[in-house]
T-cell receptor, first 111, second 112 residues
Framework: EDQVTQSPEALRLQEGESSSLNCSYT??????LFWYRQDPGKGPEFLFT???AGEEKEKERLKATLTKKESFLHITAPKPEDSATYLC????????????FGRGTSLIVHP | NAGVTQTPKFQVLKTGQSMTLQCAQD?????MSWYRQDPGMGLRLIHY???????DQGEVPNGYNVSRSTTEDFPLRLLSAAPSQTSVYFC???????????FGPGTRLTVT
């Protein structure tokens, strides 16, 4: 069974304090790993797609990386507006279309 | 572009009642999905569609029906609401199996 585990469940940072969120996966035939941001009361918003080990993507203060077992979302010098829940999801090469989501990391950045 | 829209935003039902959650997208995406999000459980796929006239079950399909008569619309029907269906429901669309999804704003459903 495909599994996606995100850690930590919650993270509190001071503004400017860099850190990383982890998404580890146990799947066969990974075809893509996705990072989303979800603000309270809203739907998830797409951030990045990673397709192969070694790939990196950047957007403002966020950088996503991928290895054969896990992905990291690095947040450099975060600001309070980066506070949100960050979700990762994987899709495999199986016949059906059932993306597997992790439970998310709730990030709070204090000013 | 409006993206993915969902109605209603909030709904309260009594046990046994039926209703339809509406979802529409204007991006001409072939793939559309319905998820439910519960505290501590993450997003779970209910049903999905890979094109007009084609639907399939996800992880938690029991108690829900879907149909896809057009590319734009993908309604979710609750046949006989149960308290276990209290949740936040999200519709999403994608241009293909291995591409990112775009989510609607969600419907918060309470079944009493």
């Amino acid at each position: 069974e495909d599994q996606v585990t995100q850690s930590p469940e919650a993270l509190r940072l001071q503004e400017g304090e860099s850190s990383s969120l982890n998404c580890s996966y146990t799947v066969s035939g990974l075809r893509g790993l996705f990072w989303y941001r979800q603000d309270p009361g809203k739907g998830p918003e797409f951030l990045f797609t990673l397709y192969s080990a070694g790939e990196e993507k950047e957007k403002e203060r966020l950088k996503a990386t991928l290895t054969k077992k896990e992905s990291f979302l690095h947040i450099t010098a975060p600001k309070p507006e980066d506070s949100a829940t960050y979700l990762c999801a994987v899709i495999t090469s199986g016949g059906s279309y059932i993306p597997t989501f992790g439970r998310g990391t709730s990030l709070i950045v204090h000013p | 572009n409006a993206g993915v829209t969902q109605t209603p935003k909030f709904q309260v039902l009594k046990t046994g009642q039926s209703m339809t959650l509406q979802c529409a997208q204007d991006m001409n995406h072939e793939y559309m999905s319905w998820y439910r999000q519960d505290p501590g459980m993450g997003l779970r796929l209910i049903h999905y569609s890979v094109g007009a006239g084609i639907t399939d079950q996800g992880e938690v399909p029991n108690g829900y029906n879907v149909s896809r008569s057009t590319t734009e619309d993908f309604p979710l029907r609750l046949l006989s609401a149960a308290p276990s269906q209290t949740s936040v429901y999200f519709c999403a669309s994608s241009r293909g199996k291995y591409y990112e999804q775009y989510f609607g704003p969600g419907t918060r459903l309470t079944v009493t």
